[in-house]
């Protein structure tokens, strides 16, 4: 077995080089603040007046002995200054005349008696006689103690420190991988950094960011919500390199939770998971939630004994979701450490973002110039979304845009609009690129082969196969990003480069019906079915929205693959669920006089109605008025008989079956149970023992359903006291049988590992913008 190098040693031989001169003044003042908390352990008191018009900073402090210094050793107890001395040239050496104003500032700095200890953080190089020279001028000025610590001192304290990383992860954009990870996690992280570069170059080590950090390392998990565009995922993608880099973990991207449970694996402790849209991408997806309903506590025994994990999703879509997951299997999740709300940024986070943005992004410095005055203004604007500040970055996305304060700030306001305009102008050629890549749905494979209806497609959108592949190394870095999905390794090609702008390519193909009708062309049902609204109304979260005058053709596709979908269970809960919630009366009405056996065909629905989806369907179709009382019929004769035999409470409590039974029938159903359940629940109650199998489940596990549709009927039952009586029974005998079968099951212990903290320094006011240098080159 190959030996690897420890975590957080030099993997690679030579001196680690991270380009530091790409950081601003501000964020490489971040960097040395992080130094002192995460490294020296210092607690900062306050933060130094920058506006000097040198690209420095300082802070100010009483030096406290860590357990483990690097480069200070045995620095007096006396108060300190650290000074922050910035370039944007690479391989820049600092000489003493750079430092004029500093060796007068000190001599202040020790009249006032703030200053016993000078340490000089730059990035820039400094010489030997250098250096010795620094050291005498500032022992002129009354310093006690000095110490200059260079470029390369930094960069070698990056490569060594993994926790140092983990508070500044924009490093691992900057230098070569080989050189801080070992072998194994060198070869995932070059794959997530291929996909990841451009985010890491700007992210910025927000609140969130650092509770996230906080909740996975003492808990375990964290789950990120917020609206669109706010970051959620880019804060995940981070996490997953801290992981491999300072916490030793294989990485995974998920799909979903049955995804993370075949991954996991009990023997590597050392796992993390992170799974974007746990819950639905655009709309609430109910199998997808159901999947994680019926898979939590296997997630979260593998939580317990070590993996970590990590969920996004938007809010709206949780909200939803939420209601459908049994709080007992996930009691995490009601827990207010471990859930982020990656859209609270402070203002200077606003501004750091937006910084980051504008400087790397390829805005003319006259451009730059021109904004450099309205960036506060557009930092706060509210919502403020960091997807935003990476459009106004870029040239791509700012062709109309009015370089005034008024002018940016609609811009960061309404990015929707804005993007409409852009796509608008693109040339065929991009618009082929994009539906194509739209089409594909998470990626389009490269280098480009096109199927049939693919020709169709650059053919019918006047493009060329020549000009498509030009637009999509064009449009790489500003619409579409190019790698391989940390979800599927095994292939490479372009994707959104933000779920956002897939959304807005939705919202222009539905400007024009002839664009649907090339969308539609050739596509399987499955694509159809995730891609599209055949509602006119409006509801979070934008899909391409089909006119009624082509409801004739989507029935039409499925039709054809309805047979396909009936023995297809994924495919039958996309189908059910595109019913559900993204068909408008007119269409549901079409399509049920196409397809009459369809409504027959619902109501044979199985237990357990908490995650069955058939009875959103015609609950869907009793609103449309397309129950008749056939139908009606037959859906009271299934849920009667399942509510007893199963027994099944799922009627007395979801919101579906409100309109599907009227209050006449739900008093009548609860007399049917109250009469026959506790009669018959002792063959019910063996049915269920003689179906359990030991190597599949736990028997607390197993028999958790049957007790929470018993509490259930417990709620429903509340002001009859026999009734309640009678289902209390039935709940001893269900913990009776579980004792006869064996043991309670003790999982292993919680995972536990709580991070050390350190208080980080408040930002105090100081004079100089953090956008001054953003007109610089």
Request: charged share 25%; glycine share 6%.
């Amino acid at each position: 077995m190959t030996d690897h190098p420890r975590k957080g040693t030099v993997a690679a031989p030579g001196s680690p080089d991270f380009a530091l001169h790409t950081l601003g003044w501000r964020a490489f003042q971040d960097l040395c603040s992080a130094v002192l908390r995460e490294v020296w352990a210092q607690s900062v008191h306050t933060f130094a007046d920058s506006n000097d018009g040198g690209r420095d900073g300082a802070f100010y402090g009483t030096w406290q002995q860590s357990p483990d210094p690097i480069g200070v050793q045995d620095l007096p107890d006396g108060p300190f200054v650290l000074q922050c001395k910035h370039t944007k040239k690479a391989d820049t050496t600092l000489t003493p005349s750079d430092l004029s104003d500093e060796f007068a500032k000190a001599r202040t700095l020790v009249d006032r008696g703030l200053c016993g200890s000078y340490v000089l953080l730059t990035n820039a190089r400094v010489s030997g006689t250098s250096e010795a020279t620094i050291r005498q001028r500032l022992r002129d000025a009354g310093v006690g103690h000095v110490e200059v610590l260079d470029g390369q001192w930094i960069c070698d304290t990056i490569a060594t420190r993994p926790r140092l990383r983990t508070f500044v992860p924009r490093v691992y954009g900057l230098g070569d991988l080989s050189q801080i990870l070992d072998e194994r996690a060198y070869t995932q992280a070059q794959a997530l950094l291929g996909y990841l570069r451009d985010e890491l170059a700007t992210f910025v080590v927000t609140d969130a960011y650092r509770r996230a950090v906080q909740a996975v390392q003492a808990h375990g998990f964290v789950l990120l919500l917020g609206e669109p565009g706010v970051g959620k995922s880019v804060i995940a993608e981070t996490l997953a390199m801290t992981a491999l880099d300072a916490w030793g973990c294989l990485t995974v991207k998920a799909p979903d939770a049955a995804g993370l449970v075949r991954h996991w694996n009990p023997l590597e402790p050392k796992q993390f998971f992170w799974v974007d849209d746990a819950f639905g991408s655009v709309r609430h997806e109910r199998h997808l939630t159901d999947n994680w309903a019926r898979h939590m506590r296997e997630v979260m025994i593998a939580i317990r004994r070590g993996a970590q994990v990590v969920l996004t999703s938007r809010d709206y879509i949780y909200r939803d979701a939420r209601r459908y997951l049994k709080e007992s299997a996930y009691p995490l999740l009601h827990e207010q450490q471990v859930v982020v709300d990656a859209a609270q940024l402070s203002p200077e986070e606003r501004r750091q973002i937006l910084y980051n943005h504008i400087k790397l992004g390829d805005q003319p410095r006259e451009v730059r110039r021109s904004m450099k005055f309205h960036l506060h203004e557009a930092a706060d604007t509210d919502p403020f979304y960091p997807e935003a500040a990476r459009r106004l970055g870029l040239q791509k996305f700012t062709r109309r845009l009015h370089l005034n304060g008024r002018g940016i700030a609609d811009f960061m306001a309404h990015p929707s609009d804005y993007l409409r305009q852009v796509y608008d102008e693109l040339e065929p050629d991009e618009k082929t690129a994009l539906a194509l890549t739209y089409q594909a749905g998470e990626c389009l494979p490269a280098p480009l082969d096109l199927d049939p209806s693919q020709h169709d497609v650059v053919t019918r959108m006047g493009g060329t196969f020549a000009g498509v592949s030009r637009a999509l190394s064009t449009l790489t870095g500003t619409f579409l990003r190019q790698g391989s999905p940390p979800s599927n390794g095994t292939i490479t090609g372009w994707a959104f480069r933000h779920p956002t702008l897939q959304e807005g390519f939705a919202a222009f193909l539905a400007t024009d019906p002839n664009l649907i009708k090339i969308f539609l062309s050739g596509q399987n049902w499955r694509t159809i079915l995730s891609r599209i609204d055949c509602d006119t109304g409006n509801q979070d979260g934008t899909l391409l929205r089909v006119p009624p005058s082509l409801y004739p053709r989507v029935i039409e596709i499925l039709r054809a693959a309805d047979q396909e979908t009936l023995t297809d269970c994924l495919g039958q809960r996309v189908w059910h669920e595109f019913l559900a919630s993204r068909c408008s009366d007119e269409f549901l009405a079409l399509y049920t006089q196409a397809e009459p056996a369809t409504i027959v065909r619902l109501t044979w629905f199985t237990s357990f109605l908490n995650v069955v989806d058939e009875p959103q369907v015609l609950a869907r179709l009793q609103q449309a008025s397309l129950i008749e009382p056939a139908h009606h019929q037959l859906i009271v004769e299934r849920v009667t008989k399942l509510a007893v035999e199963s027994p099944d409470a799922g009627w007395t409590w979801l919101p579906e079956w409100k309109s599907l039974l009227s209050d006449t029938e739900r008093e009548q159903l609860l007399s049917h149970v109250k009469q026959q359940l506790p009669s018959r629940f002792d063959q019910i109650l063996q049915d269920w023992r003689s179906n359990y199998n030991p190597d599949e489940a736990d028997p607390h596990t197993y028999f958790e359903e049957l007790e929470i549709e018993l509490n259930n009927y417990q709620k429903a039952f509340a002001d009859d006291t026999d009734a309640v009586s009678a289902i209390d029974q039935a709940l001893e005998k269900v913990n009776e049988t579980i004792w006869a079968i064996g043991e309670e099951f003790v999982p292993q212990g919680p995972y536990a590992a709580g991070p050390h903290r350190h208080s980080a320094p408040a930002d105090a006011p100081h004079g100089r913008s953090i956008f001054d240098d953003i007109d610089d080159d």
